[in-house]
């Protein structure tokens, strides 16, 4: 979705350090390391926790990674740009545990009091009702490559949509390259409330098609060497996930950042280009590659 959190090709963020200065040391009057080290371990016991509570549930009381970052994406952007890594991660949990009937509403925005201390609320109401009015005006969007729901499904109360009537190995399955490597491809114009992995600077961006990575229907206990993702704009809902195509784009750097900015080559073509990994239906054709002579 749009927020703070996408600010690829934002300005304002001050010159880029020097590239060949050394590291820095963390450590007393250092700078702080990344993440903040006293929050390391209770950020991974927050995702071992949801993982092993949800391992084995149905959809959607399962979990997945694409639903965790959309669950960041939701949070009002003030508090988005103001809070640690750590608390982004809270917030995202804690809705998703809501969502999941794993703990209550009231649970959340309530404080709590052990001893002589008093923690805070997880997460206050207001941020709560916008992130779950967010996700219901997601449910209703269509979705690149699949349109809008073709139905919908309620449990525990809760309405999730469906964007295939056909299961996850058939659709996978059906799931056949549309593009060839040197295919001249345009990225989709895109604006949503749920979670997509297609960026800004991407798009209405033309590129060319350098690789194809394959795919294959996931199973347990096999490597294969083909890329088995599910499809974010979808799988972040929780309900369905499918495998779609995904490619290697190339773009010259002029078509992202203006001509203005970059090194220029022989020719119209730029010095120095872009390589983006690009699901299927962010992209359309729009003819075989150019080559500058």
Known sequence: MEGPHNTHAWSGYDAIPYKDQPEPTNGPGGP???????????????????????????KPQNNNLDMARW????????NYSNS?????????????????????????????????????????????????????????EAVPGFGLPVGQVT??????????????????????????????????????????????MYRNKIGTIVAYYGLALAEFNTFKPYYQGAYPDVNCKGFQNFLVPLYSVRFESSA??????????????SRTMIYADMWEPYLRRIGPAVVDS
């Not at 702080?32 to 549930?57: D, G, R, S």
């Not at 669950?71 to 003030?78: F, N, S, V």
């Not at 059906?174 to 604006?191: C, N």
């Not at 992202?256 to 073509?269: A, D, F, L």
């Open 84 to 140: 640690p890594y750590f608390e982004l991660w809270l917030r995202s949990v804690s809705r998703y545990l809501q969502r999941s009937g794993k703990v209550t509403k009231q649970e959340l925005i309530d404080s709590r009091t052990s001893g002589s201390t008093t923690h805070p609320a997880i997460i206050d109401e207001e941020s709560l009702n916008r992130a779950i009015a967010i996700e219901n005006s997601a449910k209703k």
């Open 32 to 58: 702080w390391p990344w993440p903040e080290h006293e929050w390391e371990a209770p950020l991974h016991c927050i995702f071992a926790f949801t993982a092993v509570a949800f391992e084995h549930a149905d």
């Open 256 to 269: 992202i950042w203006g001509p203005q900015y970059v090194e220029r080559g022989t020719g119209n073509s």
């Open 155 to 200: 449990i525990d109360g809760q309405v999730y949509p469906k964007y295939s009537s056909i299961d996850y190995k058939e659709n996978s399955a059906a799931a056949t390259p549309k593009f060839k490597v040197g295919d001249r491809v345009r990225a989709i114009l895109l604006r949503s409330d749920s979670h997509s992995r297609h960026y800004p």
């Open 71 to 78: 669950g960041r994406e939701t949070m009002q952007p003030r």
